[in-house]
């Protein structure tokens, strides 16, 4: 067999469940940004509805409408949109649009008035990070003109949102107080919007008062623990993804395996690595475009597997640590080239 990516779709419904418990009474959007950090968006969204998660992070407009073919009635969060088309194909899909700048939410009011329907906006607050989202200082404007498109019935404000850095408790603090007073100006403002959601996969878990109702958790529902956090089992998770590759040649010199670096491998872990041969670890040597080589171990044949990286292996975080890296780029680097296998309980 080929080199590919293997993802137990069974540790991804145990990840989300234990999300679900985790959060609760909030709710959980599935981030699946980055082609469901490399794991593959279909299979993964299936299987999230399957578990009954109703809600979605898509990132792009794009992803949104793909994440729309696969399920009627889940709420889809798109919060790059890029111009009054992608505005308007978003409204088109029923995708909640984030809105980060008074312009766009000009634009999206166009588009709305144009598909005769309202448009779901999630407004976003810059709480300190910086990363698009509308300043403090010109917020109270823009909820009241927000206000104004909503009783025009062009828009409904449902969510109010931001992100953080959750890097420093500290800094994730004076955020969410921003946050906070941006929530009450709306509410003076005379909006009434349903979600307020600020935190990803780490303070999620860590934080509760950064819970609200609704929690982005993208990597941990993969199984990607944070860097320098704690431990995938500690938190309830396990890796959903695993990369495999097959001996292609050995040598008295090595044994080479047929994953290189356009496969995504990242060449920066030659030397570092540690794989999961059949006769245990060994120390990745070099990677090359198309192979990479690993010490021989005695009785090595072509065609045995080598499992590179993630379950069972060195974890996505545990390698990008070594590199100065998080987990969710070593996943997403993973070529599409590669073929993923999807494994579940039948
Ligand atoms: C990627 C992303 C998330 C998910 O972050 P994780 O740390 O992977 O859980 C949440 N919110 C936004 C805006 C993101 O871009």
Do not use: C
């Not at 949104?64 to 009635?73: F, K, L, M, P, S």
């Not at 009783?151 to 109010?160: D, F, K, N, T």
């Not at 044994?255 to 920066?268: A, K, Y």
Request: negative net charge; without cysteine.
């Amino acid at each position: 067999m080929s080199a590919r990516v293997e993802v137990d779709l069974e540790a991804l419904a145990d990840n989300l469940r234990a999300i679900r418990d985790r959060v609760a009474p909030a709710a959980h959007m599935l981030v699946v940004k980055d082609d469901a950090y490399g794991h593959g968006l279909v299979p993964v969204v299936r299987q999230a509805r399957a578990e009954g998660v109703g809600w979605f992070g898509a990132f792009d407009v794009e992803t949104g409408i793909a994440v729309r073919a696969e399920t009627a009635d889940a709420r889809i969060f798109s919060w790059l949109i890029a111009s009054r088309a992608e505005a308007a194909a978003g409204i088109e899909a029923g995708l909640d649009l984030g809105v980060g700048d008074a312009e766009l939410l000009e634009d999206v009011a166009d588009a709305a008035a144009t598909a005769g329907r309202p448009a779901q906006v999630h407004l976003k607050i810059d709480t300190g990070l910086h990363r698009n989202g509308i300043r403090p200082e010109r917020w109270p404007q823009v909820v009241a003109r927000a206000a104004e498109l909503e009783r025009r019935g062009l828009i409904s404000v449902v969510g109010i949102w931001s992100h953080i850095g959750e890097a420093s408790d500290a800094d994730d603090d004076a955020s969410r107080a921003v946050f906070d007073a941006a929530v009450a100006d709306a509410h003076a403002a005379g909006l009434r919007p349903r979600v307020r959601h600020l935190s990803a996969s780490a303070a999620s878990f860590a934080r509760p008062e950064f819970r609200y109702d609704l929690t982005r958790v993208g990597a941990f529902a993969y199984g990607i623990r944070s860097a320098d956090g704690p431990a995938e089992e500690s938190l309830g998770l396990r890796p959903v993804a695993r990369v495999v590759a097959p001996v292609t040649s050995v040598s008295a010199d090595g044994v080479t395996i047929g994953i290189g670096f356009l496969d995504g491998l990242v060449s920066g872990l030659a030397g570092r690595l540690e794989v999961v041969t059949p006769a245990g670890a060994r120390i990745l040597r070099a990677v090359e475009p198309d192979a990479a080589t690993v010490a021989v171990w005695p009785g090595a044949a072509v065609g045995d597997d080598v499992v590179v990286l993630g379950a069972g292996a060195t974890t996505f975080t545990t390698a990008a640590e070594q590199i100065a890296t998080i987990g969710e780029e070593i996943a997403v680097r993973l070529s599409p080239r590669l073929p993923r296998r999807y494994a579940s309980r039948a």
